[in-house]
């Protein structure tokens, strides 16, 4: 049986963190990109480990009462076994956030299946969001902490979005 841990990321982490993110992505972050948010204090990074390696990551940034998710990988080699899941869990318990906030292309149904699983929802698109990629476009997706009241605020709010287009 796998032990499953998590971790608080840290600049020796990135050279484990470099070869997931360049497997996983069509345009990788480059090292300097990561490095900047294991440096910044308003970033809240995690690394989650299965036995001893180091298999996945999730880069958060926080401003004020709002958490915008930066990144989230899972090498491939260790998909579909909750990490991500687990990941997300933790940083919604652990991160003071009134909200959480992230992009996600279009077409990338895996990411957007693990979001909807943890119930955020859709509050916007951007256009063009992305500069490399056959879809560039953004979904913009939201998680609100706290009592389950507030995905129904979150559903009204959504339905005035799509009366103003
Ligand atoms: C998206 C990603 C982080 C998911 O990681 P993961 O550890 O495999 O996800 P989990 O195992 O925690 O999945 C949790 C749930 O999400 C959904 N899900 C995850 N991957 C899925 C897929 N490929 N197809 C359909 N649903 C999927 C499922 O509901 C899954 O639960 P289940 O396995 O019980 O059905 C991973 O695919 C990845 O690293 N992708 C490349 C980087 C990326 O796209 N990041 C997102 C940027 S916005």
Redesign the pocket.
Known sequence: MKNISIKDLTIPDLEILLPIERQ??DSPWTENLIKGCLEKPNYYNYGIISNSDLV?YLLCQVGADECH?M??????R???????????THAVQIIPAAQFI????RD????I?????LDFQLIGERKNYYRQGAERDALVLRFITGCSDNFDEQGQQRQKLENMQ
Do not use: C
């Open positions: 996983v992505s996945g998710i990144n989230i990988a899972i090498d491939t260790y998909r579909r076994q909750g990490l991500a899941k687990q990941l997300l992230l992009e996600v292309r990338n149904t895996a990411a299946a693990l979001y909807a699983s």
